[in-house]
């Protein structure tokens, strides 16, 4: 996203153009969070969310330090009131005699090889920062062809096939160039152990 | 590699699963790969990287952001930080059902956002489940866009004059010829038939409808005594300021009419500024009558809008000063948007119709777009079928009900 949408001064100055410009990426990244898919909210649930962490966001504006912790609060806002809105929603379904808990469908998730349960649940504001920093740095040493693949494969679901069509690439080119970024990314994971066994044990989980 | 981007068969995974007991230093490895990749898949739309830009937000949304951030920032300077939001103890917003929109100074106080979905619950949820279609006879089957000469609709035995919105009732009988294309609204999408062809409306029907229909195939689609039941249009006004009709909301053109409702003997001062950047200079044209054509204006002939933008136009009753002659409403270009010129007469109510099935609604559009059509069709039934639910989320209370009363004297009829 465009570092100039967000102008962290002017938002805890409280101006208004400085909020409407830095709207679209606080709304991109609270609706990721709200959209986890092993969350499962309905799509106008996560847009009801979003706009609700974003307004529980303005209130802790001023304990913010820099734009990565901006956007880690947010993620952290968003995904605790995502699943507890989840939590909510699953309660609400006793009447039909279907009662599910968020874990319960998590477990069945992770077994089907879906996404495991948000990782935000479990990690700090101050650890998503630090791991927003290292994600950054080490897709700085990546080509941008290659950053957009793995971004399009992990953040927008395309498979490698469709993303080799779309590139003018074979599959296994696109397999070998994912692969070939997220062992940087392993690599630059590797010289925080700490954050990498939170995340290790968070998977197990 | 195939088990990462997840396409690797069964016996793929089983064999790579045997590998990795085999291997311990495979299994670490593999781990940690996983956890690159779920920390990416997570936290990567918050790393700053270039080729990665937001989606554009619409007006409503911008709206009902600043309005949530403003009560924050209230609330802040007044009691410090609110309680955590409870869902066990908080009941859910509940959306507004009805087709119109509450009137501008109520949609602050409300949430335009909401509203807007109120009308998608209203009109895909409630009025679906309440008015399934009946299928009477004069339920539309489907509508005209654009009509190619030869072309010929017959009803009952006899054959009907066409036009680019007439309606298509299940049985009438088309005759496309040969050569000629000819296109069809329904509530499937959009239908083209190549000439030779004759065949029945309800042949059009080739798909069946979404699950969740669109506003707009809601509005074309149900019995007009369905949609008139089901648009009870809420208390509150928008007689104060100037009602602007396009462009609202957002508009997927860079030299939107502007169509406002005037009174005779009046004219009025039109400034848009870029909202996204104070330094650019605004478009100003002075002493007009409603509608004017972007292009018209021979300053802003060069200068289209910027795509993606953020706009405000502010109307002014020329030489009036009092703070109640003049209106601002704020409305945002698509990504998408171009400077195509005005539809013409056969293309504009498949343009409304486009306008009315966009994502997000673009309502200011569905009203630039009826307004190319004839005067004669302007007041017909598909273009006030689309105007009733133009108005309707617009708040503009007296158009809607002057569309939704010919509708009705139409009916009786």
């Known amino acids: ?205 | 590699m195939r088990v990462l981007t997840g396409d690797a068969t069964a016996r793929e995974k089983a064999e790579f699963e045997q590998a990795l007991a085999q291997n311990p230093l495979l299994r670490e490895e593999f781990e940690e790969l996983k956890a690159a990749r779920e920390a990416f898949r997570e936290f990567g739309p918050l790393a700053k990287t270039p080729e990665a830009a937001p989606a554009p937000l619409t007006t409503e949304q911008f709206q009902r952001l600043h309005q949530a951030v403003a009560q924050s920032q209230r609330s802040r300077r007044a009691d410090g930080p609110r309680p955590r939001h409870s869902h066990a103890s908080e009941p859910r917003r509940n959306f507004l059902p009805s087709l119109v929109s509450l009137p501008r100074e109520r949609r602050r106080l409300a949430g335009m956002w909401a509203a807007a979905a109120a009308a998608i619950l209203l009109a895909g949820g409630f009025l679906v489940t309440r008015f399934l279609p009946s299928a009477t006879d004069t339920t539309p089957a489907a509508y005209l866009a654009g009509v190619p000469a030869g072309l010929e609709v017959r009803r009952a035995g006899q054959s009907l004059p066409v036009t680019s919105t007439t309606a298509l009732l299940r049985g009438d009988r088309i005759t496309v010829p040969a050569g000629a294309g000819a296109q069809f609204i329904t509530a499937g999408g959009l239908v083209r038939k190549t000439g030779p062809a004759i065949f029945q409306a309800r042949e059009l029907i080739t798909t069946s409808p979404p699950a969740k229909p669109s506003v707009a195939q809601t509005v074309l689609f149900q019995p007009l005594q369905a949609v008139l039941a089901a648009t009870i249009p809420v208390t509150g006004r928008n007689g104060a300021g100037i009602a602007l009709h396009t462009p609202r909301g957002a508009t997927a053109s860079l030299t939107p009419l502007i169509l406002w409702k005037s009174a005779p003997g009046k004219t009025w001062d039109i400034a848009i500024t870029d909202e996204f950047n104070r330094n650019t200079p605004p478009w100003r044209t002075t002493a007009r009558t409603s509608p004017v054509e972007f292009t018209s204006v021979a300053a802003w002939k060069t200068r289209p809008l910027d795509t993606n933008g953020l706009y405000k136009i502010t109307l002014r009753e020329t030489g009036n000063s009092s703070p109640f002659a003049a209106t601002e409403y704020t409305f945002t270009t698509l990504p998408t948007a171009t400077s195509r010129p005005t539809a013409t007469f056969a293309e504009a109510f498949l343009r409304a119709w486009q306008a009315a099935n966009s994502d997000p609604l673009r309502l200011g559009d569905i009203l630039a777009a009826l307004a190319a059509l004839p005067p004669e069709l302007q007041d017909a039934e598909p273009a006030l079928r689309l105007k009733l639910l133009a108005y309707g989320q617009l708040g503009l209370q007296d158009d809607y009900d002057a569309a939704a009363t010919m509708l009705r004297t139409g009916v009786a009829r």
């Open chain 1, 1 to 205: 996203m465009s570092e100039d949408t967000i102008h962290l001064e002017s938002l805890q100055a409280g101006e208004q153009a400085a909020w409407t410009r830095a709207f679209p990426a606080l709304m991109e990244i609270a609706l990721h969070a709200a959209r986890h898919p092993a969350i499962g909210l309905s799509e106008s649930d996560a847009q009801e969310e979003a706009v609700r962490a974003i307004s529980e966001l303005a209130e802790q504006i001023g304990t913010v330090t820099t734009r990565n912790h901006l956007m880690a609060l947010l993620t952290k806002i968003t995904s605790n009131n995502a699943v507890s809105c989840a939590r909510h929603n699953r309660a609400g379904i006793r009447d039909e005699r279907k009662t599910e808990s968020l874990e319960q469908r998590q477990a069945d998730a992770g077994d089907a090889g879906e996404p495991p349960p948000p990782l935000a649940a479990s990690l700090t504001a101050l650890e998503i920062t630090d791991l927003v920093k290292l994600i950054e740095r080490a897709l700085a040493g990546v080509s941008e062809r290659d950053r957009r693949l793995l971004r399009e494969h992990l953040l927008e679901g395309k498979t490698p096939a469709e993303l080799a069509c779309a590139h003018g690439l074979t599959a296994e080119g696109v397999r070998s160039a994912i692969l070939r970024t997220l062992r940087k990314l392993r690599l630059a994971l590797k010289n925080n152990p700490r954050l990498m066994n939170e995340i290790r044990d968070h998977l197990r989980y």
